[in-house]
């Protein structure tokens, strides 16, 4: 019976055929350990001179890291591992020899593995990441679907800028100049007028020359957009979702978070509500906790989101910044004109910012004005003030970075490691 190494709990003392990689091995005159990898898991095949015909054993000996195997044996308990079986292989055929694999079992430094992305993916840390954010991959669709979400691709290839045109890449459309999306917001707010409750999964792109352990070139973003939707009720679905993703990790990735070392009662933690501080607020805590010069009005960089992140075991939004340090499109809070209707998310541990959120301009002539101050006149935003112009409602919407999320819920340092392939200020390789 051929068959997969998740599925080998179905074949309990049974004899089944994997095909595999050799991932790692030990052995010594009378027991070879073999690391077996499939895609699927890690299971470890365990090989006595004793039991099989010499042959067996002196290839099970010669075997060199990662060659490509299919390895026949039987399935038995395995109480000492975490995933709980392992295989006593009987037979071995190699379907293709490896030689010198460059990643070995010692220790390599970040930019030797970087430049070895497409063979790092193999590794059990990285095999245990992909699984988690696939996981969250999978928990989104199944949440917005379940709260009645129609999910909208918006355009890649984009005419106008959507955060701010510091940050765009600008590429040839023809005889037009066109720009990588940055967010997909504008287009979503349409959809959500036609649709209204939406989301979008994808990549966007921002050239931000930023070195930092937050930022990738290149992420991938979900963004909701809710017509007749307030913030407050935006900030609900935000915890919702948040809460969800964490849940479904935790259920479906155990091996995976252990593998990673990753603290599942921090997880445990993350149930809604989540608490919510001003923008004035979390100044006033920020001196509190030595940043004297902080003055209103300043953004918040990674340290100071930190320091906030550190007084709570939840994700905490920061709500109501000042307008001059957010985006146009942000509603102004009816009580005060000199901050918005918005939210950012910030994760604990020090993960910083995964979700950016707020309500959005729908009077027309607010939103006119925004344009005159941004210098946003011209043809590519006129669509963009035709919401506000039939039939514009209230509405809210937000964008959770995948990268970021999935660094905190697996517990690992860098963003470069969430990404299959990431794009960094200095590497397109490979
Ligand atoms: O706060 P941002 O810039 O918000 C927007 O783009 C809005 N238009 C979203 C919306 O309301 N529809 O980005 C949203 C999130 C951030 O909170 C962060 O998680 C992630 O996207 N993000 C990045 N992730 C990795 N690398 C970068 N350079 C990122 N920039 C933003
Ligand atoms: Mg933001």
């Given at each position: 019976?051929?068959?997969?190494?998740?599925?080998?709990?179905?074949?309990?003392?049974q004899?089944?055929?994997?095909?595999?990689?050799?991932?790692?091995?030990?052995s010594?005159?009378?027991?070879?350990?073999?690391?077996?990898?499939?895609?699927?898991?890690?299971i470890?095949?365990?090989?006595?001179?004793?039991?099989?015909?010499?042959?067996?054993?002196?290839?099970?000996?010669?075997?060199?890291?990662?060659?490509?195997?299919?390895?026949?044996?039987?399935?038995?308990?395995?109480?000492?591992?975490?995933?709980?079986y392992?295989?006593?292989?009987?037979?071995?055929?190699?379907?293709?020899?490896?030689?010198?694999?460059?990643?070995?079992?010692?220790?390599?430094?970040?930019?030797?593995?970087?430049?070895?992305?497409?063979?790092?993916?193999?590794?059990?840390?990285?095999?245990?990441?992909?699984?988690?954010?696939?996981?969250i991959?999978?928990?989104?669709?199944?949440?917005?679907?379940?709260?009645?979400?129609?999910?909208?691709?918006?355009?890649?290839?984009?005419?106008?800028?959507?955060?701010?045109?510091?940050?765009?890449?600008?590429?040839?459309?023809?005889?037009?100049?066109?720009?990588?999306?940055?967010?997909?917001?504008?287009?979503?707010?349409?959809?959500?007028?036609?649709?209204?409750?939406?989301?979008?999964?994808?990549?966007?792109?921002?050239?931000?020359?930023s070195?930092?352990?937050?930022?990738?070139?290149?992420?991938?973003?979900?963004?909701?957009?809710?017509?007749?939707?307030?913030?407050?009720?935006?900030?609900?679905?935000?915890?919702?979702?948040?809460?969800?993703?964490?849940?479904?990790?935790?259920?479906?990735?155990?091996?995976e978070?252990?593998?990673?070392?990753?603290?599942?009662?921090?997880?445990?933690?993350?149930?809604?509500?989540?608490?919510?501080?001003?923008?004035?607020?979390?100044?006033?805590?920020?001196?509190?906790?030595?940043?004297?010069?902080?003055?209103?009005?300043?953004?918040?960089?990674?340290?100071?989101?930190?320091?906030?992140?550190?007084?709570?075991?939840?994700?905490?939004?920061?709500?109501?910044?000042?307008?001059?340090?957010?985006?146009?499109?942000?509603?102004?809070?009816?009580?005060?004109?000199?901050?918005?209707?918005?939210?950012?998310?910030?994760?604990?541990?020090?993960?910083?910012?995964?979700?950016?959120?707020?309500?959005?301009?729908?009077?027309?002539?607010?939103?006119?004005?925004?344009?005159?101050?941004?210098?946003?006149?011209?043809?590519?935003?006129?669509?963009?003030?035709?919401?506000?112009?039939?039939?514009?409602?209230?509405?809210?919407?937000?964008?959770?970075?995948?990268?970021?999320?999935?660094?905190?819920?697996?517990?690992?340092?860098?963003?470069?490691?969430?990404?299959?392939?990431?794009r960094?200020?200095?590497?397109?390789?490979?």
């Open positions: 019976m051929k068959t997969t190494i998740n599925q080998v709990s179905k074949y309990l003392d004899e089944v055929t994997i095909g595999a990689w050799l991932a790692n091995k030990r010594s005159g009378k027991i070879a350990f073999l690391q077996l990898r499939d895609g699927t898991g890690f470890q095949g365990v090989i006595a001179k004793a039991d099989v015909p010499e042959e067996i054993f002196t290839t099970a000996k010669s075997l060199t890291q990662e060659s490509s195997l299919y390895v026949t044996g039987t399935i038995v308990k395995d109480t000492r591992s975490p995933f709980g392992e295989m006593q292989v009987k037979k071995i055929e190699v379907i293709h020899e490896a030689k010198d694999y460059p990643i070995t079992p010692k220790e390599h430094g970040t930019e030797f593995l970087m430049d070895h992305r497409h063979l790092w993916l193999r590794s059990k840390k990285q095999h245990a990441i992909m699984k988690i954010r696939n996981q991959i999978q928990a989104t669709y199944q949440f917005f679907a379940k709260e009645g979400f129609m999910k909208i691709d918006p355009p890649i290839l984009t005419g106008s800028a959507a955060e701010g045109t510091t940050e765009l890449f600008h590429t040839q459309y023809f005889e037009e100049e066109a720009y990588l999306s940055q967010s997909g917001q504008l287009y979503m707010e349409a959809a959500a007028m036609a649709l209204g409750k939406v989301f979008s999964f994808g990549p966007t792109f921002r050239a931000e020359k070195k930092t352990r937050r930022h990738l070139i290149e992420f991938w973003m979900i963004e909701p957009e809710m017509a007749f939707t307030t913030h407050e009720e935006s900030l609900e679905v935000q915890e919702q979702y948040v809460q969800y993703i964490v849940e479904s990790v935790l259920q479906n990735c155990q091996l978070l252990n593998t990673l070392g990753r603290s599942v009662e921090k997880l445990e933690k993350i149930k809604a509500p989540f608490p919510r501080i001003t923008y004035d607020k979390a100044i006033e805590l920020l001196r509190e906790k030595g940043f004297n010069d902080i003055k209103w009005g300043e953004d918040f960089g990674a340290p100071h989101e930190t320091a906030i992140a550190e007084s709570f075991e939840k994700p905490v939004f920061i709500t109501h910044y000042p307008k001059d340090i957010k985006a146009f499109y942000m509603k102004p809070d009816p009580e005060r004109d000199d901050v918005v209707l918005c939210a950012d998310l910030i994760a604990p541990e020090g993960y910083g910012e995964i979700i950016g959120g707020s309500a959005r301009i729908d009077d027309l002539s607010l939103m006119e004005q925004r344009y005159i101050e941004h210098n946003l006149a011209g043809d590519a935003y006129k669509w963009y003030l035709e919401l506000r112009k039939y039939g514009s409602v209230p509405h809210a919407g937000f964008g959770l970075g995948l990268e970021r999320t999935v660094a905190w819920i697996c517990g690992v340092e860098h963003v470069r490691e969430t990404i299959p392939f990431p960094l200020l200095n590497r397109l390789y490979p």
